[in-house]
């Protein structure tokens, strides 16, 4: 009997984190850790372990502003920057995440291609349209619970870990012994691993999804304007975030040691995109192993899609100050559900274009890499200011840890400039 309620609460905690992280291993994430495998194998696993402490802290102060204010980080650009900031952030965001979009549509037509065959284009249409409509019409609570169930499409990823043969001393080490090269190739892969599980998009969905379940549920109010729900309102935060962000390490972790224990020891080591690697990873692994890693690809492109365009429109309706939230009917906010309709097609439009979808897929992550550094300096200059958490302001722990991962995404930023340079 115990054990019914215990199951209930922890449902009831996992829901924006847990979303966050599962969309963080995206098609175009799948692609970057794929090609990390293959190219360097187990020796660059230790970057999960190393990335794991970074990312959840910067994501539970994304979530603790959201919940502390109740409104979004862009909102909150608007109350207390410069409106050039503002907007400035807003653009870069808007079209690194409909670049993106183009890039994991495209990659769920080739995966889909890849199982079943037909038209390529037709599946990019249709996973646009049926991940747009979704968003749009279904009520809040129903579409919530659709991207938690969602999430168990990664599970796939440990599905194919348990079909391949793996040595597991040789992986551990490589993932508790960190190891370094002075090859470009390594540097550019630790910065790309870097770029893709911290974006700015995560800190944008996370804060907004806290606002909006603040503004839903009727006995949550921000927490400047109710302190006493305080404690368990960041209890509940940092449980979220914290098994989110591992759940998403563990899968990048997951698809690593895959391709390590195959494409890299086979000798594959040039892999463009998600698809390229499923279609590597069949002759060397077997159809099973295949079958699951292309239907992954399919699953998280379906809840990283709605991810990527709602917290473009968030962004922008805080901006331009239009009544927002995917609670609200879609005639309540139009603009709203305009910014996620247009930014999708435009993401289908991408894949019927003579852009390449790979091509496009970089310069995602370069604008990505670019803004989450300011972002994420605003982020903690606002997390440390009363004026805008009043009693809420982050301990000195999270400051230390946010502060040093902005510094590493700096110099992240730094690194891809010099890589691309050279």
Same mark, same amino acid.
């Given at each position: 009997?115990?054990?019914?309620?215990?199951?209930?609460?922890?449902?009831?905690?996992?829901?924006?984190?847990?979303?966050?992280?599962?969309?963080?291993?995206?098609?175009?994430?799948?692609?970057?850790?794929?090609?990390?495998?293959?190219?360097?194998?187990?020796?660059?696993?230790?970057?999960?372990?190393?990335?794991?402490?970074?990312?959840?802290?910067?994501?539970?102060?994304?979530?603790?502003?959201?919940?502390?204010?109740?409104?979004?980080?862009?909102?909150?650009?608007?109350?207390?920057?410069?409106?050039?900031?503002?907007?400035?952030?807003?653009?870069?965001?808007?079209?690194?995440?409909?670049?993106?979009?183009?890039?994991?549509?495209?990659?769920?037509?080739?995966?889909?291609?890849?199982?079943?065959?037909?038209?390529?284009?037709?599946?990019?249409?249709?996973?646009?349209?049926?991940?747009?409509?979704?968003?749009?019409?279904?009520?809040?609570?129903?579409?919530?619970?659709?991207?938690?169930?969602?999430?168990?499409? @990664?599970?796939?990823?440990?599905?194919?870990?348990?079909?391949?043969?793996?040595?597991?001393?040789?992986?551990?080490?490589?993932?508790?012994?960190?190891?370094?090269?002075?090859?470009?190739?390594?540097?550019?892969?630790?910065?790309?691993?870097?770029?893709? *599980?911290?974006?700015?998009?995560?800190?944008?969905?996370?804060?907004?999804?806290?606002?909006?379940? *603040?503004?839903?549920?009727?006995?949550?109010?921000? @927490?400047?304007?109710?302190?006493?729900?305080?404690?368990?309102?960041?209890?509940?935060?940092?449980?979220?975030?914290?098994?989110?962000?591992?759940?998403?390490?563990?899968?990048?972790?997951?698809?690593?040691?895959?391709?390590?224990?195959?494409?890299?020891?086979?000798?594959?080591?040039?892999?463009?995109?998600?698809?390229?690697?499923?279609?590597?990873?069949?002759?060397?692994?077997?159809?099973?192993?295949?079958?699951?890693?292309?239907?992954?690809?399919?699953? *998280?492109?379906?809840?990283?899609?709605?991810?990527?365009?709602?917290?473009?429109?968030?962004?922008?309706?805080?901006?331009?100050?239009?009544?927002?939230?995917?609670?609200?009917?879609?005639?309540?906010?139009?603009?709203?559900?305009?910014?996620?309709?247009?930014?999708?097609?435009?993401?289908?439009?991408?894949?019927?274009?003579?852009?390449?979808?790979?091509?496009?897929?970089?310069?995602?992550?370069?604008?990505?890499?670019?803004?989450?550094?300011?972002?994420?300096?605003?982020?903690?200059?606002?997390?440390?200011?009363?004026?805008?958490?009043g009693k809420f302001t982050i301990p000195l722990a999270m400051r230390?840890?946010?502060?040093?991962?902005?510094?590493?995404?700096?110099?992240?930023?730094?690194?891809?400039?010099?890589?691309?340079?050279?």
């Open positions: 009997m115990p054990s019914r309620p215990r199951k209930s609460r922890l449902l009831r905690v996992l829901g924006p984190g847990l979303i966050t992280g599962a969309s963080d291993d995206d098609p175009s994430g799948i692609a970057t850790y794929s090609q990390a495998g293959a190219q360097l194998g187990y020796a660059i696993t230790w970057t999960m372990l190393f990335s794991y402490p970074l990312m959840a802290v910067i994501q539970e102060i994304s979530a603790r502003i959201g919940r502390t204010t109740g409104k979004g980080i862009a909102g909150n650009i608007c109350l207390h920057y410069p409106s050039w900031l503002l907007q400035a952030i807003v653009v870069l965001v808007s079209v690194a995440n409909v670049l993106n979009i183009g890039a994991d549509l495209g990659a769920m037509a080739d995966a889909s291609a890849l199982l079943i065959g037909g038209p390529r284009l037709l599946y990019v249409a249709g996973f646009g349209a049926f991940c747009a409509l979704l968003q749009i019409f279904m009520q809040y609570h129903r579409y919530v619970g659709v991207l938690k169930w969602l999430t168990l499409a @990664l599970w796939a990823y440990f599905g194919t870990v348990m079909v391949v043969r793996i040595p597991w001393d040789e992986a551990a080490r490589g993932f508790l012994v960190p190891t370094f090269s002075l090859d470009p190739a390594f540097w550019t892969t630790v910065v790309a691993i870097m770029g893709t *599980t911290i974006s700015p998009y995560l800190f944008f969905w996370q804060a907004s999804q806290e606002a909006e379940d *603040t503004k839903q549920e009727p006995q949550r109010r921000p @927490l400047v304007e109710a302190p006493r729900q305080g404690p368990d309102a960041l209890g509940r935060i940092r449980a979220d975030t914290y098994v989110g962000m591992a759940f998403s390490n563990a899968v990048a972790l997951a698809i690593i040691v895959t391709t390590a224990a195959t494409l890299h020891a086979a000798g594959i080591t040039d892999i463009d995109s998600s698809s390229q690697a499923a279609e590597a990873l069949r002759p060397v692994a077997g159809p099973f192993a295949f079958a699951l890693f292309t239907l992954g690809i399919v699953g *998280t492109g379906l809840l990283a899609v709605p991810v990527l365009a709602g917290s473009a429109a968030y962004a922008l309706g805080e901006a331009c100050h239009w009544p927002i939230g995917l609670a609200r009917q879609p005639n309540k906010a139009k603009a709203f559900y305009l910014a996620i309709a247009t930014a999708t097609f435009i993401g289908i439009l991408i894949n019927f274009s003579p852009l390449n979808p790979i091509k496009a897929l970089y310069w995602s992550a370069v604008i990505n890499g670019v803004v989450a550094v300011p972002v994420m300096a605003i982020m903690m200059l606002m997390a440390v200011d009363a004026k805008v958490m230390v840890i946010g502060w040093g991962a902005t510094a590493i995404m700096a110099l992240a930023v730094v690194g891809m400039a010099a890589a691309a340079w050279a």
